[in-house]
């Protein structure tokens, strides 16, 4: 089992049971599952992931009148479950992991993700949320939510940032992956600039993958995971995973300006093309920089296109 299935079985065997027991009035206004911090949350946990945060273990969600009531005595009768489950030993939790099982405010959960205790009113407030938090509030497992507040604000979440900001955003990616990948990186290597040359290539990895997220309506996961995420990726995903394994395994010093950068050109190439069949650009040049602009001329709020082109 991974954590995710792990979680799901632990509660419908253990935690369903308490609540009935325990919580029979509140029963169909409680909220299960596991979404959030760590990389069970994924489905991407394995043996290594076990030696911290990993084991049984469930999120409750309550609305806020509800938590007022019940929030702290069902804290306490979560506290008093199994900690090992089916041979699984109990969760260690480390001081620095916080909170990432147990009894939760819904607002209040959503808001140590994306800092607002309401869905964002502005494109402003979508703005300022990372894409990696916007990833933790919408994985995960719901595995029961009777009364659909939990879900509804999770699914407003997941149907991704509106358009303006998506442009807002592949316009600045365009920019920073092209003058990282495409320009800088090989000029530093030029150079014998090793390390600013690692810096760039490391910044164009990380630019040009989250192009690749916009360009899908998915939000880009916490840098460990992005690069796993790609597979289940429809749009150039399993096409540009293995291009990035190619690069990152490849001696920079002796490669550099022959195979990485040939790798880096089919990546640009790739995520122009599709550019062009979104109809974010319209325009034949391979160098992504060039259409930062064209994709920021596409936004309709004037405030949001008024930024520089590389804000985003």
Not at 11 to 18: D, V
Not at 212 to 221: C, E, G, M, Q
Request: proline letters at 4%.
């Amino acid at each position: 089992m991974n954590g995710l299935q792990l979680s799901e079985k632990y509660f419908f065997k253990i935690g369903l049971k308490m609540l009935q027991e325990k919580f029979p009035d509140y029963i169909n206004r409680i909220a299960a599952g596991l979404v959030g911090e760590g990389s069970e949350c994924y489905g991407f946990d394995d043996e290594i992931s076990r030696d911290h945060d990993w084991g049984p273990g469930f999120c409750l969600w309550l609305a806020s009148e509800d938590y007022s009531i019940i929030g702290t005595h069902l804290q306490i009768e979560y506290d008093r479950l199994p900690k090992d489950f089916e041979g699984y030993p109990a969760r260690v939790t480390t001081p620095l992991s916080n909170q990432r099982v147990g009894i939760f405010e819904i607002y209040s959960f959503f808001k140590q993700f994306t800092g607002l205790d309401h869905l964002p009113h502005t494109l402003l407030e979508w703005q300022r949320i990372p894409e990696q938090y916007l990833a933790k509030a919408t994985n995960g497992k719901v595995f029961l939510d009777p009364l659909g507040l939990f879900s509804k604000i999770r699914n407003d979440f997941f149907a991704y940032y509106p358009e303006d900001i998506r442009l807002k955003k592949i316009a600045a990616r365009c920019m920073s992956a092209g003058q990282s990948g495409q320009y800088n990186f090989s000029r530093s290597l030029q150079r014998k600039e090793y390390v600013a040359a690692h810096y760039a290539l490391s910044q164009f990895i990380r630019d040009s993958i989250s192009l690749i997220f916009l360009l899908n309506r998915r939000y880009k996961p916490f840098y460990k995971w992005m690069h796993r995420s790609l597979i289940d990726l429809p749009i150039l995903g399993m096409v540009l995973y293995p291009i990035y394994e190619n690069i990152v395994i490849s001696d920079i010093k002796n490669n550099g300006l022959g195979f990485i950068c040939h790798q880096i050109e089919l990546i640009s190439i790739r995520i122009i093309e599709e550019l062009i069949k979104q109809d974010l650009s319209d325009i034949a040049s391979d160098f992504l920089c060039d259409h930062g602009p064209i994709v920021q001329n596409k936004v309709k709020d004037s405030t949001l296109r008024s930024l520089h082109v590389m804000a985003g």
